[in-house]
C-alpha cells in the first residue's frame, strides 16, 4: 500500500492506505480523528463536510491520493478551544439537537464566511442547502451562521 503525507489541522501526517481510500475514513480510521461524521457515503448530505485549503470538501468520496499538497482542516482544527466564532453562535442559538450533522454543517458555513464574512441570508441558504439536518434545525443553522458573521 502507498504511503501518504498529509497535512492535517496543520500538522504532517503519514497513512498508509490505498490510494483510492476516501478522506473521511483515513481521518476517522488511521487518524482517529471522529468529528467529521458518515452519512450517507454518496457526497449529499454534508455531514463529512471539511476543509482543503480552505474550501468545503465532502471527505465521503474524496479520495486521499488527490488531496496533494492541500492542507486539510476538520472541525477538531477549526479551533484550539472551540471558540470558533460559529461554534460561540451554534450555542448562543441552540442549535444542536441530535447533533450528528453539525460539524459538517459548522464547517460548510466556515468555508462561507471565510470567503464572504458578511453574506445576506439568500446567500447561507444558498451555501447550506446542500447539509442535511435530520431534526430540521434549518432555521436555527441559518441564524446561527448570520450571528456568527457578526463576530468575525
Known sequence: MPKYNIQVNGKNQEVDVAEDTPLLWVLRDSLHLVGTKYGCGI???GACTVHLDGAAVRSCMFPVSAIGTGKITTIEGLSEKGDHPLQVAWNEVDVPQCGYCQSG???TAAALL???PKPTMNQIVDTMH???CRCGAYHRIREA???ASTKI
Do not use: P, S
Request: hydrophobic share 45%; aromatic share 0%.
Open 43 to 45: 457526497a449529499q448530505c
Open 114 to 116: 471565510a470567503e464572504n
Open 105 to 107: 454543517q459548522i464547517m
Open 145 to 147: 451562521v448570520k450571528l
Open 130 to 132: 446542500g447539509n442535511i
